[in-house]
Each structure stands twice: as C-alpha cells, then as structure tokens.
C-alpha cells in the first residue's frame, strides 16, 4: 500500500459527460502527479501540482483540469468526455525536496460508452 | 527528445532464470532512472532506481545497469519467481524548480513460469 489513495475505483459514463476524480496524497506530501494509462499510449504525464499550485502541464487536453485543495488533496476533472478519454488515471504523490521519488495511488479506471 | 524506448514487448522466463529488460532514452538532461512494477489492477509501484553518476545498482534480485555513453538502462531479475510475473516500466526524469515528471518506457509483460 503506497499510501495514496484514488476515488472512485471504477467510472462508467456517457460521452459528453463530465467527471470528477481523487486524490488524497501520502500525509507530508506536498506535490500530486496525474498520469493516464492507456493501451495505446502507455503512461502519460498530465498535470503535477506543488502545495496548491499548479508546477507543470503535460499532455493533458484542453478539456481536462485539476486542482490542488488547501487540504493538498487534488482532484482531476474530466468534461466532454469521449470514448478515447476511456484510460486508466493515477495520481502520485512526491514529499519534495530532495526526495523525488514518485508513490503512485491505485487508479481510477474511466470507461465512457 | 523526450522519449523512453524500452524492450522486449513481453518476456517469458523460466522460474530461477534471469530476465533482462532494456531501455534506451534520447534526452541527455534526464538524471533519474526508475523502473516500476505494476501488477493487474494496481497502481505503479517503485521497483529500483538510479542515478547518472554510477553504472550499477543492486537490490536483492533486482539489478540497473546504466550506460551513460550508449543512453541505454537495463534491468536484470536474477533468480525470476513466479511472483516476479508483472508489468515493468522503466521511467526517465529531469529534476526542475518545476518538479519531475516522469517518461514511461512503452512496458514489459514478464510472464515467469514455474
């Protein structure tokens, strides 16, 4: 257990829909990274947010956003979905500093149909 | 510039054998080199990782080599269990103000059979 938990587990959903996605890091942990899984494009940085604020955009659509909650828990919001966005989606969790090492949560996975 | 190249797609090994994953990476600017296991249904989970500055690490069964020169990273699992059987990526960053996101290698399924 990595210490970083991920809500929901599973997401069914229609195209068109919007849907939101959590994140609770490690305790400590400053900084949360989202990443998508998908079989034909692997693993793929999104977003990373440091204590609030957001640090670094991959390639995350435009129709995809995140926050970083005082809390530091951070949520990944998804709208306009469409059944290419149907992935599987891991936040982690990195203490900062000159600790770097990335703890990944569980995964969310998305199906939109 | 940015990307990970790893292989094979899939190993299948023997138990007590050794399996070899390789990974080949274009940005010169990365110094961290994890690799990952991920099991059906979980999260990556952080296996072993290195940094530029030396050209082996050892932890248990688990084994880097880097070779700065070639841009080339491997992982070796000697003596390969059943319980090795998993999904391996290896990953590359570049550690900024901004954070280090990771580059995922494309992965590799390790089927050990017993």
């Known amino acids: 257990d990595s210490g970083v938990t991920q809500t929901p587990k599973h997401l069914i959903t229609a195209t068109g829909q919007r849907v939101t996605l959590r994140c609770s890091p490690r305790s400590g942990d400053l900084s949360v990274y989202w990443y998508q899984q998908s079989l034909d494009q692997g693993l793929q940085f999104l977003i990373q947010y440091y204590n609030g604020e957001e640090r670094a955009k991959g390639n995350i659509l435009e129709r995809f956003s995140a926050q970083q909650f005082p809390d530091l828990h951070s949520e990944l919001n998804l709208s306009s979905l469409e059944l290419g966005d149907s992935a599987l989606y891991f936040c982690a969790s990195v203490r900062g500093g000159a600790e770097i090492t990335q703890y990944f949560g569980p995964g969310t996975r998305l199906t939109v149909l | 510039q940015q990307q990970v190249k790893q292989s094979p797609q899939s190993l299948i090994v023997q138990k007590g054998g050794i399996s070899i994953i390789n990974c080949a990476y274009e940005?010169?600017?990365?110094?961290?080199f994890p690799w990952y296991q991920q099991f059906p249904g979980k999260g990556p989970a952080l296996l072993i990782a290195?940094?530029?500055?030396?050209s082996e690490k050892k932890e248990g069964r688990f084994t880097i080599s880097f070779n700065k020169s070639a841009k080339q990273f491997s992982l070796h699992i000697m003596d390969s269990q059943p319980g090795d059987s998993a999904t391996y990526f290896c990953?590359?960053?570049?550690?900024?103000?901004?954070?280090?996101?990771?580059?995922f290698g494309e992965g590799t399924q390790l089927t050990v059979n017993p």
């Open positions: 290195i940094r530029p500055d030396v």
């Open positions: 940005n010169t600017a990365f110094d961290y």
């Open positions: 990953a590359a960053s570049r550690e900024e103000t901004s954070g280090s996101r990771l580059t």
